[in-house]
Structures are given as structure tokens and as C-alpha cells.
């Protein structure tokens, strides 16, 4: 899991516990159990099951994932709430966890915090007058289990981004050197939080989007047929065109422009990587059809070790016992000396 997915799960944890008064739940419980019940027991278990279960009701994987390492899925199920009239050891549990949660998580999420990313998100905190005015671009780069991405992955993905912000800034007259990598991340996925200007960021992400629409149109194809089918129709290539056409820019110029952005678009394509807007673009699953190329995933238990290359000259073992011409003139004088010796010592 990755820091962004821990930090937004606990917070949203924390703020469905404090919104619900879990705390003061169980502790109205244990009031139950001593005998000393408020007025409206009977109603109350039932008001802040209902408010608990609608908010936690849409929460992802990672949020259960969080919430059962922090000792909280038991609030999860109904079963738990419906065995609160008897005292068990597992509300005792339970309550001790969420005074953890509730009293520590708040200052040790603050340490997980990555820095500006989260500010400029929500538009937040100190932010540097430098970043002010920009936006982030998030790169996911998806890994299934024991499957590792090759530095070859990684560049492609980068370099990706780094292409098509170029062609994007330079048609709109801005400098391709405001993109940064702002942050990056891993867990059971990679991710990198570039930072550009927000105008240029924003239609690279619509390339980003096309390009997955397309994928999405063309899922049944193969995907060096699919990835033609894009470079043929973005509109960023009729925009470069037009440009091109009104004088706006050199025919030259134009052409860098154009190959540069297939570039950007093929690397991004045979990288398998997305962008978190993906997820909520389409009912498709991005993981499924972004998949990278083989040769771009690495998994190092594979018991199908490759063997390192032969070469040709190591290869080649000469077996024959015919000598070359050189060869022989050489035997004769070696002969030659060896009987002039031999005669030598005879005298």
C-alpha cells in the first residue's frame, strides 16, 4: 500500500470514528454492563449502528485493509453490534483500539505526510509562492504480485510524461523546464507526483484520457494495432497541423512536435501505466488493459532463469586436424631445428 492510499484510508477512519462518537458509544455500553444506563439505551446502539454503517458503507479495500490492522474490522460487521447487550472480552478489544486510533494515528500520520504534495492537493497550508499556480500529475505504475518493474519501465513511464508536457508548453509558448517530480511512492504499486503548470498539465491529462478512451474503443484488438489506432487519431497531432498550416510554427518544428508526442504516447502505452483519473472515467479496469509489455516486467523467482549468451567465437570449437599452409611451414622448420639438435648431440 502505498503512503498516499495509508494516509488518505486513516484519515477517513478517523474522521468516520469521531463523526459517529464510537468512543462514547462504547463507553455508554460499558455503563450498560455496570448497570448505570442512560435514558435512551435502547435507542441509541441502533441510531449510531445506522450512522457508523452508512459512512463506512462505500469504504475501499485499502480502508478495511487499515482498519483490520488497526484492530477495528469487528465494527465493520453487523454481528458485532448485534452481540453488544452481553460483556465479551472482544468490546474490550475493540474499545482499545479505537482510543489508539483516535489518540496516536492524528501525530503519526502527520510523520507519513509527504511533503507539499498533500497541501497541494487540498489547496492547503505553507505553500512555496514557487508551486503556487501549478498542478500535480499523478503517474500510477500498476505491479502484480512477485512481479517487479525493470528500470526500462520506469524511464519509458517518466520520459513519457516528460514528452508530451514538452509538446504541450511548447505550442502554448511556455518553458518545458517547469515540470518537476515532486514526490514518489511505492508500496503494492509505484507512483510519481509531477508538478507542472496547471494549464499545461491539464491537456496533458486530456492526452492521457484520449489515449485511454481509444484503449477502451479498441479493447478487442491487439495491442500494437490499438496503440497505431492512437497515434492516428489524437487531436493534439490535427492541432500541431493546423499550426503548422496557419504559419504558426515551421514545418520543421512541427514535425519534431508530432514525433516527439507519438513518442510520449508510445512509451506511456507500453509502459502500462494510468493516471488515479482513469479510475473514475470508465467502469473498465485500467489495471486490466494498461498492461505493460513482458519484457518490461521483471520477476525475480522465476524459475526460468535466462542463460547468459553465447558468443559466436565461444561458441565455435575448432575440431579439425588438417593444418593451413602457414601452419605446416612452420611444423617443417620446428622439424628442421629439432634435427640440427639432435645431430648436435650425436657428435
Known amino acids: 500500500m502505498r503512503r498516499e492510499a495509508i494516509y488518505n484510508s486513516v484519515s477517513r477512519i478517523i474522521k468516520d470514528l469521531q463523526d459517529c462518537d464510537i468512543q462514547g458509544f462504547i463507553d455508554n455500553i460499558f455503563?450498560?454492563?455496570?448497570?448505570?444506563?442512560?435514558?435512551?439505551?435502547?435507542?441509541?446502539?441502533?441510531?449510531?449502528?445506522?450512522?457508523y454503517m452508512l459512512a463506512t458503507s462505500n469504504y475501499s479495500d485499502d480502508d478495511i485493509e487499515v482498519?483490520?490492522?488497526?484492530?477495528?474490522d469487528d465494527?465493520?460487521?453487523?454481528?458485532?453490534?448485534?452481540?453488544?447487550?452481553?460483556?465479551?472480552?472482544?468490546?474490550?478489544?475493540?474499545?482499545?483500539?479505537?482510543?489508539?486510533?483516535?489518540?496516536h494515528l492524528p501525530k503519526?500520520?502527520?510523520?507519513?505526510?509527504?511533503?507539499?504534495?498533500?497541501?497541494?492537493?487540498?489547496?492547503?497550508?505553507?505553500?512555496?509562492e514557487e508551486?503556487?499556480?501549478?498542478?500535480?500529475?499523478?503517474?500510477?505504475?500498476?505491479?502484480?504480485?512477485?512481479?517487479?518493474?525493470?528500470?526500462?519501465?520506469?524511464?519509458?513511464?517518466?520520459?513519457?510524461?516528460?514528452?508530451?508536457y514538452e509538446v504541450v508548453s511548447t505550442i502554448d509558448n511556455e518553458s518545458p523546464n517547469e515540470l518537476i517530480v515532486l514526490a514518489c511512492d511505492s508500496g503494492s504499486d509505484k507512483s510519481f507526483d509531477f508538478l507542472g503548470l496547471a494549464k499545461?498539465?491539464?491537456?496533458?491529462?486530456?492526452?492521457?484520457?484520449t489515449i485511454w478512451d481509444r484503449r477502451v474503443l479498441h479493447r478487442h484488438r491487439e495491442a500494437s494495432e490499438t496503440l497505431s489506432l492512437i497515434?492516428?487519431?489524437?487531436?493534439?497531432?490535427e492541432k500541431i497541423d493546423r499550426l503548422k498550416d496557419s504559419g504558426a510554427i515551421e514545418r520543421e518544428q512541427a514535425e519534431l512536435l508530432k514525433r516527439k508526442t507519438i513518442s510520449g504516447v508510445t512509451q506511456f502505452f507500453e509502459a502500462?501505466?494510468?493516471?488515479?483519473?482513469?479510475?473514475?472515467?470508465?467502469?473498465?479496469?485500467?489495471?486490466?488493459?494498461?498492461?505493460?509489455?513482458?519484457?518490461?516486467?521483471?520477476?525475480?523467482?522465476?524459475?526460468?532463469?535466462?542463460?547468459?549468451?553465447?558468443?559466436?567465437?565461444?561458441?565455435?570449437?575448432?575440431?579439425?586436424?588438417?593444418?593451413?599452409?602457414?601452419?605446416?611451414?612452420?611444423?617443417d622448420l620446428l622439424m628442421k631445428k629439432a634435427g640440427n639438435i639432435d645431430k648436435g648431440e650425436d657428435k
Not at 558468443?311 to 602457414?326: G, I, M, N, R
Request: with cysteine; net charge negative.
Open 31 to 51: 455503563e450498560h454492563y455496570r448497570g448505570r444506563d442512560s435514558e435512551n439505551k435502547n435507542s441509541l446502539p441502533l441510531k449510531i449502528f445506522h450512522k
Open 67 to 72: 482498519c483490520r490492522i488497526i484492530g477495528i
Open 75 to 103: 465494527l465493520l460487521t453487523p454481528d458485532f453490534w448485534q452481540n453488544l447487550s452481553e460483556p465479551s472480552g472482544r468490546i474490550h478489544e475493540v474499545y482499545s483500539s479505537v482510543n489508539f486510533a483516535l489518540n
Open 108 to 128: 503519526l500520520l502527520m510523520l507519513s505526510k509527504q511533503h507539499y504534495v498533500q497541501d497541494i492537493k487540498d489547496q492547503s497550508g505553507d505553500i512555496p
Open 131 to 164: 508551486l503556487k499556480g501549478k498542478t500535480l500529475l499523478t503517474l500510477l505504475i500498476l505491479e502484480d504480485d512477485e512481479q517487479f518493474s525493470s528500470p526500462k519501465r520506469l524511464t519509458s513511464a517518466l520520459s513519457s510524461i516528460a514528452d508530451l
Open 200 to 209: 499545461v498539465v491539464e491537456q496533458v491529462k486530456e492526452i492521457i484520457i
Open 231 to 237: 497515434s492516428e487519431s489524437l487531436p493534439i497531432l
Open 272 to 331: 502500462g501505466v494510468i493516471i488515479p483519473e482513469l479510475e473514475s472515467e470508465s467502469s473498465h479496469a485500467p489495471k486490466q488493459l494498461m498492461k505493460p509489455e513482458p519484457k518490461l516486467l521483471v520477476s525475480p523467482w522465476s524459475r526460468n532463469k535466462e542463460t547468459p549468451p553465447v558468443y559466436e567465437a565461444e561458441a565455435e570449437e575448432d575440431t579439425s586436424t588438417e593444418l593451413s599452409p602457414e601452419e605446416e611451414q612452420m611444423l
